[in-house]
T-cell receptor, first 115, second 108 residues
Framework: EPEVTQTPSHQVTQMGQEVILRCVPI?????FYWYRQILGQKVEFLVS????????KSEIFDDQFSVERPDGSNFTLKIRSTKLEDSAMYFC?????????????FGPGTRLTVL | RKEVEQDPGPFNVPEGATVAFNCTYS??????FFWYRQDCRKEPKLLMS???SGNEDGRFTAQLNRASQYISLLIRDSKLSDSATYLC?????????FGKGTRLHILP
């Protein structure tokens, strides 16, 4: 069964450093998403991406965040200058279509720890 | 008011019992609705979509009441493996809003 993969599973970084979180969505999917979940809190939408551009972003997705699809398979989330409060689980998801009744498939997540 | 609200629980329910969760949403422009489950430290997984007419999948029944802006999930004959956090998810345009989830513990 096709699945979304994410690397690394755990990333530890120093405050102020840049991190890139990587995702490989399911191959025939067209819509890609990033979410974060701070420990003990709800899953929060960050950004949706379609046709090589951002289609929607939340208030959390400020200038320190960026997304890219550098090639035909990877979808990345970059955090330019990490803060302590960026420590969270980051989930990538993909779907064939947006909204409607289309299922989003989530990757296993990358746990980001900022020291 | 939060856009999607759920009772956080936990619900501690004996195996075999029926349990029901509700979720309310505040934005009447919300377009589609889902229940996901999330196991501890794992990714969310779709349990079922929620249709206006209501829908059933085995032991699970979901209902949507647009007039009152709430969604429900009913689990019948609960199993130990149903223990998880159940997330109410609402789509509006290209934005996806998760509730904080309701924790369910099925007791043997």
């Amino acid at each position: 069964e096709p699945e979304v993969t994410q690397t690394p599973s755990h990333q530890v970084t120093q405050m102020g450093q840049e991190v890139i979180l990587r995702c490989v969505p399911i191959s025939n999917h067209l819509y890609f998403y990033w979410y974060r979940q701070i420990l003990g809190q709800k899953v929060e939408f960050l950004v949706s991406f379609y046709n090589n551009e951002i289609s929607e972003k939340s208030e959390i997705f400020d200038d320190q965040f960026s997304v890219e699809r550098p090639d035909g398979s990877n979808f990345t989330l970059k955090i330019r200058s990490t803060k302590l409060e960026d420590s969270a689980m980051y989930f990538c998801a993909s779907s064939e279509m947006t909204s409607g009744y289309n299922e989003q498939f989530f990757g296993p997540g990358t746990r980001l720890t900022v020291l | 008011r939060k856009e999607v609200e759920q009772d956080p629980g936990p619900f501690n329910v004996p195996e075999g019992a029926t349990v029901a969760f509700n979720c309310t949403y505040s934005n009447s422009a919300s377009q589609s609705f889902f229940w996901y489950r999330q196991d501890c430290r794992k990714e969310p997984k779709l349990l079922m979509s929620v249709y206006s007419s209501g829908n059933e999948d085995g032991r699970f029944t979901a209902q949507l009441n647009r007039a009152s802006q709430y969604i429900s999930l009913l689990i019948r004959d609960s199993k130990l493996s149903d223990s998880a956090t159940y997330l109410c998810v609402v789509h509006r345009d290209d934005k996806i809003i998760f509730g904080k989830g309701t924790r369910l513990h099925i007791l043997p």
